[in-house]
Nanobody, 114 residues
Framework: QVQVVESGGGSVQPGGSLRLSCAASTSILSVKVMGWFRQAPGKQRELVATILDGTATTYADSVKGRFTISRDNAKNAVYLQMSSLKPEDTAVYYC????????WGQGTQVTVSS
């Protein structure tokens, strides 16, 4: 079972940027679609970005044009570059296969506030 560890979160002001990383314990070559999810306080976990085999990507409308997902299969890693951050982006961010079938990691907290 592939396990993942997310990192790179932090506290930033609105308009700031962060780059999240997801390190997998084993190869993710067999995982066709990887994604980043987020869960804000009191809300359900939502999918914000997906990447298929390192090429095709999709984004939730709320992050389109601001977030960029990428993956490096050689490093067993998935990344999320976030820019023009807004307070509503505040959440714990997780990576997982899509549909989610890996063990959930601890996530990484992103807080956007002035």
């Amino acid at each position: 079972q592939v396990q993942v560890v997310e990192s790179g979160g932090g506290s930033v002001q609105p308009g700031g940027s962060l780059r999240l990383s997801c390190a997998a314990s084993t190869s993710i070559l067999s995982v066709k679609v990887m994604g980043w999810f987020r869960q804000a306080p009191g809300k359900q976990r939502e999918l914000v970005a997906t990447i298929l085999d390192g090429t095709a990507t999709t984004y939730a409308d709320s992050v389109k044009g601001r977030f960029t997902i990428s993956r490096d299969n050689a490093k067993n890693a998935v990344y999320l570059q976030m820019s023009s951050l807004k307070p509503e982006d505040t959440a714990v961010y997780y990576c997982n296969a899509v549909p989610a079938r890996l063990s959930w990691g601890q996530g990484t907290q992103v807080t956007v506030s002035s």
